[in-house]
């Protein structure tokens, strides 16, 4: 029987919901000591002021394992992790650790704006459990792999934001522990620094070492894990391997709508661009859930230029139901023929792509608004709108040999010449 390196026995987490009881002066105590009846009418019973994050979690994941938590939000996810973390004690049940334990819970915590980067690597080195002398033997490879040698004694209130995540990311990867807590932390930077996280938490797990890991990207999932845990409303619901648990999910769980909308207050982006909205459309501009194989489908997307001197580049990135890479597309040799006019404006630009490439099945879309000089992302979302590819053909029509659903994962129409 392997070791165990982590084993949760009937944890469970209640939290307090609203204006439940608190724990307040030395008068207000005496007071509800002294008046009951107040006290009852001034607090909601505890059953309907509270509710359980978590409710009797028990798993155990060996020595070596890498193991994926997979849910929705709110599913208790993180939530778990701080418990095995000992970050968050538990209302019941308890978690056993066996060796020590490092987290990758939320990038670039401990940091200080006025620190220089190499102030912030002992600082965060030291909060995250790292001796001095470890950092100082790590130092070089943390700095090269975070790519930013000249700027390692500027104050990070200066750094731009994918410069202070890949320091951050650096400094926590390089952890020398038995157990490694992440999540979804690895959307940071751009897509080659994306690569070289996933290359170092390959190295990790090759060491022989448990990583715990939890993400939404279910490509990434699927690539890292041997083994997933699926979470819903604070149970365990699966506990199998990894490609069961994600078709699981994505069949049932997984409900990305065809249309996003944000406000200017609340919409992703900084303060040179925002994204406005995103949605799936037919011909005729509506917003579509589904499509059928053989019409041409378009990715709609408003954003509002705030600030900003060049013509910022769209770049869409296209997926299959289990998150496999299908194509990308970007407008950037299209923006070339307009002249760019440095002003506040909203956008709206559109994507068509033609029927009969799609195959069925449900597809995926991440998207980035990006600025190219200097290379600066904006705007990078995954998971932001997705729609279902259907085939609306009669029985009749697909007789034959070739009707009904065909192997691949696009499905194009060629030419064929004879």
Same mark, same amino acid.
């Given at each position: 029987?392997? $070791?165990?390196?982590?084993?949760?026995? =009937?944890?469970?987490?209640?939290?307090?919901?609203?204006?439940g009881r608190?724990?307040?002066?030395?008068?207000?105590? &005496?007071?509800?000591?002294?008046?009951? *009846?107040q $006290?009852k009418?001034?607090?909601?019973?505890e059953?309907e002021s509270?509710?359980?994050?978590l =409710?009797?979690?028990?798993?155990?994941?060996?020595?070596?394992?890498?193991?994926?938590?997979?849910g929705?939000?709110?599913?208790?996810?993180?939530?778990?992790l701080?418990?095995i973390?000992?970050i968050?004690? +538990?209302?019941?049940g308890r978690?056993?650790?066996a060796?020590?334990?490092?987290?990758?819970?939320?990038?670039?915590?401990?940091?200080?704006?006025f620190?220089?980067?190499?102030?912030? &690597?002992?600082?965060?080195?030291?909060?995250?459990?790292?001796?001095r002398a470890?950092?100082?033997?790590?130092? /070089?490879? &943390?700095?090269?792999?975070?790519e930013?040698?000249?700027?390692?004694?500027?104050?990070?209130?200066y750094?731009?934001?994918?410069?202070?995540?890949?320091?951050?990311?650096?400094?926590?990867?390089?952890?020398?522990?038995?157990?490694? &807590? !992440?999540?979804?932390?690895l959307?940071?930077g751009?897509i080659?620094?994306?690569?070289?996280?996933?290359?170092?938490?390959?190295d !990790?797990?090759?060491?022989?070492?448990?990583i715990?890991?939890?993400?939404h =990207?279910?490509a990434? #999932?699927?690539?890292?894990? $041997?083994?997933?845990?699926?979470?819903?409303?604070?149970?365990?619901?699966?506990?199998? =391997?990894?490609n069961?648990?994600?078709s699981?999910y994505?069949?049932n769980?997984?409900?990305t709508?065809?249309?996003? @909308?944000w406000?200017?207050?609340?919409?992703?982006g900084? /303060?040179?661009?925002?994204?406005l *909205?995103?949605?799936?459309? $037919?011909? @005729?501009?509506?917003?579509?859930?589904?499509?059928?194989?053989?019409?041409?489908?378009?990715?709609? #997307?408003?954003y509002?230029?705030?600030?900003i001197?060049?013509?910022?580049?769209?770049?869409?990135?296209f997926?299959?139901?289990?998150?496999?890479?299908?194509f990308s597309? %970007?407008?950037?040799?299209?923006?070339?023929?307009?002249?760019?006019?440095s002003?506040?404006?909203?956008?709206?630009e559109?994507?068509?792509? %033609?029927?009969?490439?799609?195959?069925?099945?449900?597809?995926?879309?991440n998207?980035?608004? *990006?600025?190219?000089? +200097?290379?600066?992302?904006?705007?990078?979302?995954n998971?932001?709108?997705s729609?279902?590819?259907? /085939?609306?053909?009669?029985l009749?029509?697909?007789?034959? +040999?070739?009707?009904?659903h065909?192997?691949?994962?696009?499905r +194009?129409t060629?030419?064929?010449?004879?």
């Amino acid at each position: 029987m392997k $070791n165990f390196s982590i084993k949760a026995e =009937n944890i469970g987490k209640r939290y307090q919901l609203g204006t439940g009881r608190r724990y307040g002066t030395l008068k207000e105590a &005496i007071s509800r000591w002294i008046k009951p *009846s107040q $006290n009852k009418k001034q607090f909601l019973s505890e059953a309907e002021s509270s509710m359980w994050a978590l =409710n009797d979690i028990s798993f155990e994941i060996s020595q070596g394992e890498i193991v994926g938590l997979v849910g929705r939000n709110g599913a208790g996810k993180s939530t778990l992790l701080k418990i095995i973390a000992g970050i968050t004690p +538990p209302t019941c049940g308890r978690a056993e650790i066996a060796g020590q334990i490092g987290c990758l819970l939320e990038v670039g915590a401990g940091f200080h704006p006025f620190l220089s980067g190499r102030e912030n &690597i002992f600082l965060s080195g030291s909060i995250l459990g790292i001796s001095r002398a470890d950092i100082k033997h790590k130092f /070089d490879e &943390i700095v090269a792999f975070a790519e930013i040698e000249q700027f390692i004694d500027t104050q990070v209130k200066y750094y731009s934001s994918g410069m202070y995540t890949r320091l951050a990311f650096a400094v926590a990867a390089h952890m020398v522990v038995d157990i490694l &807590i !992440v999540d979804e932390v690895l959307a940071v930077g751009d897509i080659a620094f994306q690569k070289k996280c996933l290359g170092k938490i390959d190295d !990790v797990a090759s060491d022989g070492r448990t990583i715990l890991f939890v993400s939404h =990207n279910m490509a990434t #999932i699927q690539r890292l894990c $041997n083994r997933g845990l699926l979470l819903h409303h604070g149970k365990i619901i699966m506990d199998a =391997n990894i490609n069961s648990i994600v078709s699981e999910y994505l069949q049932n769980f997984c409900d990305t709508p065809s249309q996003r @909308t944000w406000q200017p207050e609340d919409a992703p982006g900084d /303060d040179c661009i925002q994204l406005l *909205s995103v949605r799936a459309i $037919n011909l @005729t501009e509506k917003t579509i859930q589904t499509t059928d194989l053989q019409e041409t489908v378009g990715i709609e #997307i408003k954003y509002l230029i705030k600030k900003i001197h060049q013509w910022p580049v769209v770049i869409l990135h296209f997926y299959d139901a289990q998150w496999l890479h299908l194509f990308s597309s %970007h407008d950037f040799y299209q923006k070339q023929k307009i002249s760019f006019r440095s002003s506040s404006r909203e956008i709206s630009e559109t994507c068509w792509i %033609h029927g009969q490439l799609f195959n069925q099945g449900r597809i995926n879309i991440n998207i980035e608004l *990006s600025s190219l000089n +200097p290379r600066k992302n904006h705007v990078a979302i995954n998971d932001v709108v997705s729609f279902e590819v259907i /085939d609306q053909r009669s029985l009749e029509q697909m007789k034959g +040999p070739f009707g009904g659903h065909w192997p691949g994962v696009i499905r +194009p129409t060629l030419k064929w010449e004879m």
